[in-house]
Protein backbone atom coordinates (compact mmCIF):
# COMPACT_ATOMS: atom_id res chain seq x y z
CA UNK A 1 0.00 0.00 0.00
CA UNK A 2 1.21 3.83 -1.16
CA UNK A 3 1.84 6.09 1.72
CA UNK A 4 0.27 9.35 1.04
CA UNK A 5 1.61 12.77 2.17
CA UNK A 6 -1.04 14.92 0.81
CA UNK A 7 -2.75 16.55 3.80
CA UNK A 8 -5.68 15.14 4.62
CA UNK A 9 -4.98 11.96 3.04
CA UNK A 10 -6.01 9.39 5.91
CA UNK A 11 -9.12 11.20 6.12
CA UNK A 12 -12.96 9.71 5.48
CA UNK A 13 -12.82 8.64 1.62
CA UNK A 14 -15.21 10.22 -0.19
CA UNK A 15 -17.32 9.56 -3.79
CA UNK A 16 -17.73 10.87 -6.76
CA UNK A 17 -20.90 12.60 -7.42
CA UNK A 18 -21.70 11.86 -10.74
CA UNK A 19 -21.15 9.31 -13.61
CA UNK A 20 -18.32 11.38 -15.50
CA UNK A 21 -15.99 10.41 -13.08
CA UNK A 22 -17.48 7.26 -11.27
CA UNK A 23 -14.48 5.27 -11.77
CA UNK A 24 -12.51 6.83 -9.19
CA UNK A 25 -12.75 4.98 -6.58
CA UNK A 26 -11.56 8.01 -3.99
CA UNK A 27 -9.64 10.99 -2.77
CA UNK A 28 -6.54 8.71 -2.73
CA UNK A 29 -7.40 6.93 -6.33
CA UNK A 30 -7.64 10.46 -7.99
CA UNK A 31 -4.42 11.50 -6.01
CA UNK A 32 -2.93 7.99 -7.80
CA UNK A 33 -4.20 8.69 -11.44
CA UNK A 34 -3.54 12.72 -11.16
CA UNK A 35 0.63 11.74 -10.55
CA UNK A 36 0.46 10.74 -14.70
CA UNK A 37 -1.78 14.19 -15.59
CA UNK A 38 0.52 16.83 -13.62
CA UNK A 39 2.92 18.10 -15.81
CA UNK A 40 5.09 21.07 -16.63
CA UNK A 41 2.13 22.42 -19.48
CA UNK A 42 -0.89 22.26 -16.30
CA UNK A 43 1.59 24.24 -13.60
CA UNK A 44 1.15 27.89 -13.32
CA UNK A 45 3.61 29.45 -15.90
CA UNK A 46 5.53 31.67 -12.93
CA UNK A 47 6.43 28.02 -11.46
CA UNK A 48 7.31 26.23 -14.79
CA UNK A 49 10.79 26.46 -14.42
CA UNK A 50 10.86 25.53 -10.89
CA UNK A 51 8.28 22.45 -11.98
CA UNK A 52 9.97 18.59 -11.72
CA UNK A 53 8.21 15.89 -11.74
CA UNK A 54 10.55 14.03 -9.97
CA UNK A 55 10.94 16.55 -7.01
CA UNK A 56 7.91 18.81 -7.19
CA UNK A 57 5.08 17.43 -8.99
CA UNK A 58 2.07 19.33 -7.19
CA UNK A 59 4.16 23.14 -7.74
CA UNK A 60 1.82 25.31 -9.35
CA UNK A 61 -1.30 22.66 -9.58
CA UNK A 62 -3.13 23.47 -6.60
CA UNK A 63 -6.43 25.70 -8.27
CA UNK A 64 -6.69 23.66 -10.90
CA UNK A 65 -6.65 20.23 -9.05
CA UNK A 66 -8.88 21.88 -6.43
CA UNK A 67 -11.78 22.80 -9.35
CA UNK A 68 -11.23 19.18 -11.00
CA UNK A 69 -11.42 17.96 -7.69
CA UNK A 70 -14.77 19.77 -7.11
CA UNK A 71 -16.42 18.56 -10.20
CA UNK A 72 -15.61 15.00 -9.10
CA UNK A 73 -16.57 14.75 -5.31
CA UNK A 74 -18.37 18.43 -4.73
CA UNK A 75 -17.55 20.48 -1.64
CA UNK A 76 -15.79 23.73 -1.45
CA UNK A 77 -12.82 25.21 -2.90
CA UNK A 78 -10.70 27.22 0.00
CA UNK A 79 -7.76 29.16 -0.16
CA UNK A 80 -4.85 29.65 2.50
CA UNK A 81 -3.45 33.01 2.24
CA UNK A 82 -0.39 32.90 1.61
CA UNK A 83 0.44 36.64 2.40
CA UNK A 84 1.74 37.83 -0.74
CA UNK A 85 -1.60 38.23 -1.88
CA UNK A 86 -2.20 34.52 -3.43
CA UNK A 87 -4.36 31.89 -2.01
CA UNK A 88 -2.78 27.98 -2.20
CA UNK A 89 -6.25 25.74 -3.11
CA UNK A 90 -7.54 23.16 -1.13
CA UNK A 91 -10.91 21.11 -1.02
CA UNK A 92 -13.85 20.43 1.94
CA UNK A 93 -16.25 18.09 1.11
CA UNK A 94 -18.70 17.35 3.44
CA UNK A 95 -16.40 17.78 6.80
CA UNK A 96 -13.63 15.81 4.53
CA UNK A 97 -10.36 18.62 4.07
CA UNK A 98 -7.68 17.20 1.97
CA UNK A 99 -5.05 19.38 -0.07
CA UNK A 100 -3.75 17.02 -3.21
CA UNK A 101 -1.05 19.57 -4.07
CA UNK A 102 0.15 20.27 -0.41
CA UNK A 103 3.49 18.36 -0.79
CA UNK A 104 4.63 21.68 -3.00
CA UNK A 105 5.45 23.11 0.46
CA UNK A 106 7.78 20.02 1.85
CA UNK A 107 6.14 19.85 5.08
CA UNK A 108 5.70 23.69 6.01
CA UNK A 109 2.44 23.51 7.92
CA UNK A 110 -0.09 25.72 6.25
CA UNK A 111 -2.96 27.28 7.99
CA UNK A 112 -6.13 25.28 6.66
CA UNK A 113 -8.55 27.04 9.73
CA UNK A 114 -8.25 30.52 8.13
CA UNK A 115 -9.28 30.39 4.93
CA UNK A 116 -11.39 32.18 2.21
CA UNK A 117 -14.06 30.73 -0.08
CA UNK A 118 -12.54 30.34 -3.64
CA UNK A 119 -14.79 31.16 -6.60
CA UNK A 120 -14.48 28.90 -9.75
CA UNK A 121 -15.66 31.70 -12.08
CA UNK A 122 -12.92 34.43 -10.70
CA UNK A 123 -10.21 31.78 -10.98
CA UNK A 124 -11.51 31.09 -14.47
CA UNK A 125 -11.49 34.67 -15.64
CA UNK A 126 -7.49 33.83 -16.64
CA UNK A 127 -8.32 31.91 -19.76
CA UNK A 128 -4.41 30.70 -19.29
CA UNK A 129 -5.57 29.04 -15.87
CA UNK A 130 -8.82 27.95 -17.22
CA UNK A 131 -6.82 26.33 -20.73
CA UNK A 132 -4.57 24.22 -17.77
CA UNK A 133 -7.55 23.42 -15.77
CA UNK A 134 -9.05 21.64 -19.35
CA UNK A 135 -5.70 19.86 -20.14
CA UNK A 136 -5.87 18.67 -16.54
CA UNK A 137 -9.57 17.63 -16.92
CA UNK A 138 -8.73 16.11 -20.39
CA UNK A 139 -5.64 14.27 -19.25
CA UNK A 140 -7.63 12.78 -16.04
CA UNK A 141 -10.44 11.41 -18.65
CA UNK A 142 -7.89 9.82 -20.86
CA UNK A 143 -6.22 8.00 -17.77
CA UNK A 144 -9.22 6.74 -16.78
CA UNK A 145 -9.94 5.53 -20.37
CA UNK A 146 -7.02 3.28 -20.09
Known amino acids: MEKYNFYGANSKSIS ?3 DEFKNVKDQRHLYDLLKDCWCKETCAPRMQDEWNENENLTLG ?3 ITSF ?3 DIFGGLVYGVPLGDGAYHCFNVVGNV ?3 LTSEQFHGK ?3 YVHVA ?4 EEHF ?3 EKYQRYLLLKR ?5 LSQ
Open 16 to 18: PIN
Open 61 to 63: QCS
Open 68 to 70: LVQ
Open 97 to 99: VFD
Open 109 to 111: PLD
Open 117 to 120: LQIR
Open 125 to 127: ISE
Open 139 to 143: KLKEK
